[in-house]
């Protein structure tokens, strides 16, 4: 009888330890694995930032679009090129400064617009000025080129390239510079208000870290301008939008 309990001892205990054991195992592997699920989860926020800006863009291109005062058709029709940046930081208390993240998009060849680029736009001004306002901003560009061939990844609008307060109306008979002689016409809205704005001397930059996150590693603006095809739905429902303007 008591080698019978022994026995049974013995078995009890081996059993603990396998358990012990296999707890042992069980945390060691589950520590890469719950790393690549961070990983992951780390990836898809980024990701998201970018589908997130899209989605923005859509939504100001669709409002400009409802809007009863809006941009010309006839400078439109023009147009090579559009940048889009939604919610954009205009601040001041004596020096003023803007700060936003959005993206652009030119014309293709067969008129229909190409993938879009991450870009940042940033700029100050001076003079007696206060206050925060966040402002959705629509620049159209005459010429596509001054997009597409930026090497150096910047340049300065008002100083590299001429720039002026778009002109407001549906019509091709705008009450304002009838010649649309400026490469860069600039419109924002804020709080219901539809206006053209002066955005001389903001940097207007290409966002290689964006890109490399939606895009891929060592996709270029270039190659992107290039490309009209794209399945990411928020790109597919940001060129929707641009047909409706």
Do not use: C
Not at 195 to 217: C, E, M, Q, T
Request: a positive charge.
């Amino acid at each position: 009888m008591l080698n019978h309990l022994r026995l049974e001892l013995i078995l009890v205990m081996n059993s603990i330890q396998q358990k012990s054991m296999s707890m042992k195992m069980l945390k060691l592997l589950s520590v890469p694995a719950l790393m690549s699920v961070m990983l992951i989860l780390v990836s898809a926020t980024e990701l998201s930032k970018e589908a997130e800006r899209l989605q923005n863009a859509t939504k100001v291109i669709t409002t400009f679009a409802n809007s009863d005062e809006s941009i010309p058709q006839e400078l439109l029709k023009q147009s090579e090129g559009l940048v889009i940046i939604p919610k954009m930081i205009n601040a001041g208390l004596g020096i003023g400064g803007k700060r936003g993240k959005g993206v652009a998009v030119v014309k293709l060849p067969d008129g229909s617009w190409s993938n879009p680029v991450f870009i940042t736009l940033t700029g100050g001004s001076f003079g007696f000025q206060i206050g925060v306002q966040s402002v959705d901003l629509v620049l159209v560009f005459k010429h596509k080129g001054v997009l597409t061939k930026v090497k150096n990844g910047d340049f300065t609008i008002g100083g590299d390239i001429s720039a002026a307060a778009g002109p407001v109306g549906r019509s091709s008979t705008a009450s304002t510079d009838h010649t649309l002689e400026a490469e860069v016409y600039s419109y924002s809205r804020s709080r219901g208000l539809f206006a053209g704005i002066s955005i001389n001397g903001s940097n207007l930059a290409i966002d290689k870290s964006a890109i490399a996150n939606f895009y891929g590693a060592n996709t270029t603006s270039q190659q992107i301008f290039e490309t009209g095809k794209s399945s990411s739905a928020p790109v597919v429902e940001l060129k929707s939008a641009l047909k409706g303007l």
